[in-house]
């Protein structure tokens, strides 16, 4: 194991976690978890540590249980198209594993070989390729989950078509283990394309640089992904195109001729490389970085009003314009400018300095008539309140 | 239910909805004892009152007033469903979803349109054609099944192959809650802060909230669509086509067979042009752009000569191509012309089980002495024999159960699963402890249990509850004992 699988101490909104455990299989898991009980021990669950910022402000942790060491690949079937994993799998790993059968998943991270698919699931991320290829949450066809009492529960299957019980694969996505611990995913895979290509367009404006997105968007050229970004350059319109080999420089050259209908860039440029258009979400979605990162839900006929406004007050800004989400980023500081934006009312605040997480839920507003559904969850899956306690929404 | 009790609750459904909107005579309840389910479930349980809100409001105090009463809440839509999800098992109050048929809002840049859960799955995509987007969630009863249906059920279809089901597209959903709440959860963008809820209400087959409107994800309609027809001398060679052309890193936008029994039904009914000697023809679109199709559609041509296809055809014109797909999607129904009914299991293996799996149904059709008559989603594994019987024989309704059991069972056994996208309703509830442990049920019952303390919305569906095998078994003779007027 290298030296990021040891991750040792788990620091969490400025407290460090000396006690951690490293369970490497789901029965050490069970062990761990059981032993808290006796003791009334509260743990952190925590995955690669790249997404450890977000959450609201918990009460202490006496240790901190990692899953980097439940890391097999469990089962992987490329003619059915599906893959067992244990949570601990990175998706570098994941996606390594794939590209030997020409198969993967459109999973974004800002630290592939650190960010794990278990907390990838946990905090409910995706990135912008869920335009073309989907969501995390649309890939999870089963899953388990311990509780904190050490028993598993599984749901869904490894069938790629399945409306057998209740969909408890997405009760758990983003509930930032508030319910119990993942110990296995099942996802479904996807063919990979034979052919990438990042076509990034700068712009004087952002109005320009959207209407650009938003052309592509609509056209029916199937980007793999879209989004917009401020950048030293200018305001920057990155395109993702995935297509078979023979198909791709035809589709680049259209691509580019609907996006310069719309407006003309000040530059153009092609690489061969279709993570570069994924650079500045990585870059704005980075939570490991002690920045404040923001997640705004702002849809993309709304965003061209929207962009500017937060680039005047500073902030670095990445939107996803085929999701309708807005990422902004900006170093850390005693207080906040949200510069009278309304998006703001309802944003999830995935990384936050500890003083500015108080008296906030970082979740954003969650509407009354859900609040006692919410909490009777953790009251049925976790009535000790024992997993990542206080980090969830409402402080769940 | 006393008698006093059933007018107050009478009277205080037509102040919320009108007279003429409460339905509670006998005969007029009769036709929501029924869904398309078969009649060894249907036809047996009533509601007290069908009630057809115009309004999400309306649905919000519906549930209100049979709260009051402590009767049980049950959702329907078209009525369309195949495993009696929308049967009131335990009486109670309907609440039919047939006003509400608006197309509220339709948002192309931002790809997404919020519709009244009574809509017709087909009249949303025919609605917005023009503007170059459709609904892709289109299971084959899409020319009546409903959107709130389709939410419930999480309906798949032949499309969600590439395109995924119905939870894949949708956004958002305004649900009136258990507790008599009206609430918006989720919204417009693709991901939303905490756990997702809109996810663990899609396919709970109305267990957990009543959906009065849904905010779904529009999908831009592809600039190049091919349909090919490749007919095969056996089905293990068709099923063989069908891993090759996944494993080829392929995704066609569907990937369909049927088998001979199928296709004598079809072609004496619509003459689509399916090769009358064939054993197996695979209904294959592409779609996307238009120099990947032209590649793929070469691919898989060739992939099903290699796999031994006597013919390959590509439909040359719009019009054939919806010929060749009218035959499949009425499948079901020619299957009259060779028997009076059929009972229709849903079950699901992984791919590339599918050739010992359709070599099983085979071995029940012999085992059992009943036709089976095969058309199915083979590129999600997804299997859908159709098992041609008649119901006043003597003993053939018990075979065709029997028979739909060892199915399941084997498909279980092989890696599958107890239902691939027609629900699990009433018919299929305790199959459940088949593929789940007590451990995962009680996970289950904690999500059911936090939505629904009282247990009132559309109670004893989805997972074991009250009844046991046993009592299904029973409930299903009691079925054949009842007169001849229930024809499937």
């Not at chain 2, 409001?57 to 009463?69: G, I, K, T, Y």
């Not at chain 2, 008649?390 to 739909?404: K, M, N, S, T």
């Amino acid at each position: 194991m290298s030296s990021e699988v040891e991750l040792v101490p788990v620091v969490v909104d400025g407290t460090d976690i000396t006690d951690v455990r490293f369970p490497e299989s789901p029965q050490e898991m069970s062990a761990t978890l059981r032993e808290m009980q006796p003791v009334d021990a509260h743990a952190l669950i925590v995955g690669g540590g790249t997404r450890t910022a977000f959450g609201n402000l918990g009460g202490s942790f006496d240790l901190a249980i990692s899953t980097r060491k439940l890391n097999r690949i469990l089962q992987y079937e490329p003619d059915n198209m599906t893959m067992a994993v244990e949570p601990g799998c990175t998706i570098e790993q994941i996606r390594e594993a794939l590209a030997a059968n020409r198969q993967s998943i459109a999973l974004d991270a800002a630290h592939d070989s650190r960010s794990t698919i278990g907390g990838a699931y946990a905090t409910g991320m995706s990135g912008p390729r869920r335009l073309g290829g989907g969501s995390l949450k649309d890939w999870v066809i089963g899953v388990e989950v311990m509780g904190p009492d050490g028993v598993n529960a599984k749901a869904g299957g490894m069938v790629v078509k399945n409306v057998t019980g209740f969909d408890m694969m997405h009760l758990h996505y983003g509930a930032l283990g508030a319910f119990g611990v993942v110990t296995r995913l099942n996802l479904k895979v996807f063919p990979a394309p034979t052919a990438s290509r990042s076509i990034q367009l700068v712009y004087t404006t952002p109005e320009h640089a959207h209407a650009a997105a938003v052309a592509l968007i609509t056209s029916q050229l199937l980007p793999a992904s879209i989004v917009v970004a401020n950048t030293p350059e200018g305001w920057q319109t990155s395109v993702r195109c995935d297509a078979p080999e023979e198909a791709i420089e035809l589709l680049v050259q259209r691509m580019n001729a609907v996006a310069a209908d719309a407006a003309e860039p000040i530059s153009a440029n092609v690489s061969d490389d279709g993570s570069d258009a994924l650079s500045a979400f990585r870059d704005t979605a980075d939570l490991a970085a002690g920045d404040i990162v923001v997640r705004l839900p702002i849809r993309a006929s709304h965003q061209p009003a929207a962009l500017p406004r937060l680039a005047d007050t500073g902030w670095r800004v990445c939107a996803d314009v085929g999701s309708g989400l807005v990422y902004a980023r900006r170093p850390s500081s005693d207080a906040l400018d949200e510069g009278g934006i309304e998006a703001f009312s309802t944003a999830t605040w995935l990384a936050l300095p500890r003083h500015l997480k108080t008296d906030r839920d970082v979740f954003g507003p969650t509407p009354d008539a859900v609040q006692p559904i919410l909490r009777r969850l953790k009251d049925s899956f976790d009535p000790e309140r024992r997993l990542n306690r206080g980090r969830f929404a409402l402080g769940l | 239910m006393a008698t006093q009790d059933r007018a107050e609750l009478l009277q205080a459904l037509a102040a919320v909805v009108g007279e003429a909107w409460v339905v509670s005579d006998p005969a007029g309840l009769s036709v929501y004892q029924y869904d398309a389910s078969d009649e060894a479930i249907a036809g047996i349980h009533q509601p007290v009152a069908a009630v057809l809100p115009a309004t999400a409001e309306e649905v919000r105090d519906v549930v209100r007033v049979a709260l009051a009463h402590g009767l049980p809440v049950v959702p329907r839509g078209a009525g369309t469903g195949l495993a009696g999800g929308a049967i009131a098992c335990r009486g109670g109050v309907m609440i039919v979803m047939t006003r509400m048929t608006r197309i509220l809002e339709v948002h192309e840049v931002d790809r997404y349109a919020i519709v009244e859960p009574g809509l017709i799955n087909l009249d949303l995509s025919t609605a917005i054609a023009h503007r170059g987007y459709f609904f892709a969630p289109d299971p084959a009863s899409q020319r009546a099944c409903s959107i709130g249906g389709n939410v419930a059920n999480n309906s798949g279809g032949p499309h969600c192959l590439k395109y995924g089901v119905t939870s894949n597209h949708i956004l958002g959903l305004e649900v009136v809650l258990p507790d008599g709440s009206l609430t918006w959860v989720g919204g417009s963008s693709a991901e939303t802060p905490g756990f997702d809820l809109t996810g663990a209400l899609v396919g709970s087959e109305g267990t957990l909230g009543v959906v009065t409107k849904a905010m779904v994800r529009l999908t831009r309609t592809p600039e190049e669509v091919a349909v090919l027809l490749a007919s095969f001398p056996t089905m293990e060679s068709a099923s063989r086509a069908v891993t090759a052309i996944i494993a080829d890193g392929i995704l066609p936008a569907s990937l369909e067979m049927m088998d001979a029994l199928t296709i004598t039904a079809v072609e004496a009914a619509f003459h689509c042009g399916y090769p009358l000697d064939a054993a197996a023809v695979l209904l294959v679109e592409l779609d996307g752009l238009r120099e990947t199709v032209a590649e793929h559609r070469e691919a898989v041509a060739r992939l099903c000569r290699q796999h031994d296809a006597q013919q390959v055809r590509s439909a040359t014109t719009k019009a054939e191509q919806d010929l060749l797909w009218l035959g499949r999607k009425a499948a079901f129904g020619t299957l009259g012309r060779l028997a009076p009914n059929y009972y229709l299991q849903d079950t699901v293996v992984p791919r590339t089980k599918l050739p010992t799996a359709l070599e099983f149904v085979g071995q029940l059709s012999r085992d059992f002495d009943i036709q089976i008559a095969n058309v199915f989603h083979a590129g999600d594994g997804n299997l859908h024999p159709l098992m041609l019987f008649d119901r006043y024989r003597a003993g053939e309704i018990q075979r065709v159960l029997e028979a739909g059991d060892a199915l399941l069972a084997h498909c279980i056994d092989a890696g599958g699963s107890v239902s691939g996208e027609h629900g699990i309703g009433m018919e299929k509830k305790d199959a459940l402890s088949l593929v789940f442990t007590t451990d995962d049920l009680a996970a289950m019952a904690g999500l059911k249990r936090s939505f629904d303390p009282r247990e009132l919305f559309n109670p004893d569906k989805v997972f074991p509850t009250a009844f046991s095998c046993g009592e299904l078994s029973n409930l299903k003779q009691q079925a054949l004992e009842v007169d001849g007027m229930y024809v499937v």
